[in-house]
Each structure stands twice: as C-alpha cells, then as structure tokens.
C-alpha cells in the first residue's frame, strides 16, 4: 500500500521567512496530494491540494509543488505570521482510491513574532 | 466545522469496558470515516463507509468496530478498551462526486482516555 513520510516533524521560522514541509510518497499510481493544517485543540481543515496533472499550484502565501518522478511534493509558505503555526499533514490515496488517504505523520510549526 | 460533531468531547473508561463514540453529520455526505490521532504517528484510519451498506478496514481496525446506522450517523466501538486505545479520536466526512469530491471535513474530535 501507500506509505508516506513528512519531514520535518518540527519546524520553527522567525516571522516572515518561509517554511517548507516536504512529503515523499511509494505509490506511482497517486494522483491527488492534499495538505491539511490543525490548529491547537482543532480539528484537521484542508487548506490546500495538487493533482498530478499540474507541477505547482498557489493560493495566496502557499503554494504546493509537486514533482512526480522523485514522488515528492511540498508545501511552501511565504511570508509566515504567527497564525500560521499549526500542525500541518500531507496525505496521498491509496492506489487509485483519492476516497481512502494515508496521512503523514504531521508537522509542528512555530512561527515566532 | 459545525456541520460534523462527535460526542462525547472527552471520555475516561477503564480497561475492559466496551465504549462508544458517535459521530453526526448534516452535510448530506455519503462518505464517513474514523481516525485516530496519537502524537508523532500522525492521523491513522480506522474504517471507512460509503454509504449505509458499506463498511470497509482502515490500517489499523483491530480491536474496533462500526455501525453505519444511517447517512447522517457513523459510530465507532471499542469493545474492550484498552489503555493503547487512549489517543484523540476523529470522524471525518466527504462528498460522493462534484469539484470538493476528495475533500474531507473533521469533527471537532473526542479525547479518549483508558485507564
């Protein structure tokens, strides 16, 4: 099946700089990646997703890249407040199966003002 | 997301006891699962159904069990609880077809603590 590793587990940034979370993926066959961020005692929302028919997609200060031959894909963030700081899990199906997604293991980052 | 809600919130049980957390929705979603979440481990799938009559394993089913008792209602049972059942537990809903089709939306999560 589908195994997907998330690095790092910790990642704190100063106000401003950028963060990167990269997760890697086994299955060739995935063809949908999405991000999924959980504040503080909430729940998990998605905030953003790639297929793999586009290498990169944007939406405000993030942005998701998505490389398929080294079965890798990123989330980028520009520009991080500290609203940002939050658990973040990338997730990708199982076979062809988008309905059935295998999470990483999850991201903390802090951002400090 | 006020539209998925579990209850209870936060539960204490002992080793043994068979529990149950229910999960609702008034999405009109046919698509329902259980995680659960435990530090470092991220978010592992437990079951999943796609409709009334479907019921399917996650990763890590054992030990659990569900019931799809309507669209609306998916419930997860532990029936002897055991303390490495202690985590945060998650339901989460998802729409069959349109543009939103693979997103999913979480409840709010009960807290489950085995003694």
């Known amino acids: 099946g589908e195994n997907v590793e998330q690095h790092p587990s910790t990642l704190s940034v100063q106000e401003g700089d950028s963060a990167v979370i990269k997760c890697t993926y086994s299955d060739s066959a995935s063809n949908y990646f999405p991000w999924y961020k959980q504040e503080l005692g909430k729940r998990p929302q998605l905030i953003i997703d790639?297929?793999?028919?586009?290498g990169e997609k944007k939406d405000q200060r993030i942005a998701v890249t998505l490389n398929k031959t080294a079965k890798h894909f990123s989330l980028h963030i520009t520009e991080t407040q500290p609203e940002d700081s939050a658990v973040y899990f990338c997730a990708a199906p199982e076979f062809y199966n988008t309905d059935k997604l295998i999470f990483g293991t999850g991201t903390r980052l802090q951002v400090f003002p | 997301d006020a539209d998925v809600t579990q209850t209870p919130r936060n539960r204490i049980t002992k080793t043994g006891k068979r529990i149950m957390l229910e999960c609702s929705q008034t999405k009109g979603h046919d698509r329902m699962y259980w995680y659960r979440q435990d530090p470092g481990l991220g978010l592992r799938l437990i079951y999943y159904s796609f409709d009334v009559k479907d019921i399917n394993k996650g990763e890590i089913s054992d030990g659990y069990s569900v019931s799809r008792q309507a669209q609306a209602k998916f419930s997860l049972s532990l029936e002897s609880a055991i303390p490495n059942q202690t985590a945060l537990y998650f339901c989460a809903t998802s729409p069959t077809g349109g543009v939103n089709q693979e997103t999913q939306y979480f409840g709010p999560g009960t807290r489950l603590l085995v003694l």
């Open positions: 790639i297929r793999s028919n586009v």
